[in-house]
């Protein structure tokens, strides 16, 4: 069965800080799709990337980058120089390709970005 | 584009009454799925659409809760009797294809039973 393991609860940094968020997740499928979605206070969760399990490549999007290690089955997301507006929960979640494929989410880590 | 629209925003209801939930998904959008997310947890899907098909309805407690999708577009969820334990957000998303493809999520109802 798959698991998505957000142990951070809640971080709090200071503004223009950097903050890794960590993603552990289990799953016995050998293709799978792993996901981040950002749920700020109005309550709508706002994709952010998906990665499948045969692309290991690091990406980066402006301030935002993903650190993919099948070795360890992580997924962390990190936050450069981060601002106020980025406060909000983070959500990382495993799609598997059997069964219905459905979204598989963690507890969510609360960010909270000090000015 | 305009996005997921659900109504109400907040319900408040006393136990055993019943309650209804409205979804309209990004038009031509054919996948559909309501979510329940409790207070400090993750999402957890209740059911998921295919046009006006259900492909995923194994986490839906059926003896209260019922969803359909008459039409292929709009879906309503509804919870009768309702618990105490109900109390959570309702979230409704769609994606054009299946899961694994991004959803993109509605702003979510807030039920509070009491």
């Known amino acids: 069965a798959q698991k998505v393991t957000q142990a951070q609860t809640e971080i709090s940094v200071v503004e223009k800080e950097d903050v890794t968020l960590d993603c552990v997740y289990e799953t016995r499928d050998t293709t799978y799709y792993l996901f981040w979605y950002k749920q700020p206070p109005s309550g709508e969760l706002v994709f952010l990337i998906r990665r499948n399990s045969f692309d290991e490549q690091n990406e980066i999007s402006g301030r935002y980058s993903w650190n993919f290690q099948k070795s360890t089955s992580s997924f962390n997301f990190t936050i450069t120089a981060s601002q106020v507006v980025d406060s909000a929960v983070y959500f990382c979640a495993l799609s598997e390709l059997t069964g219905a494929n459905n979204l598989f989410f963690g507890t969510g880590t609360r960010l909270t970005v000090i000015p | 584009e305009a996005g997921v629209a659900q109504s109400p925003r907040y319900k408040i209801i006393e136990k055993r009454q019943s309650v209804a939930f409205w979804c309209n998904p990004i038009s031509g959008h054919a996948t559909l799925y309501w979510y329940q997310q409790i207070l400090g947890q993750g999402p957890k899907l209740l059911i998921q659409f295919q046009n006006n098909g259900v492909v995923d309805d194994s986490q839906l407690p059926k003896d209260r809760f019922s969803a359909e999708r008459l039409k292929g577009v709009d879906s309503t969820l509804k919870i009768q009797p309702a618990k105490l334990e109900d109390s959570a957000v309702y979230l409704c998303?769609?994606?054009?294809?299946?899961?694994?493809?991004?959803?993109?999520f509605g702003p979510g109802t807030r039920l509070t039973v009491t």
């Open positions: 998303a769609s994606s054009e294809h299946g899961s694994p493809y991004e959803q993109y």
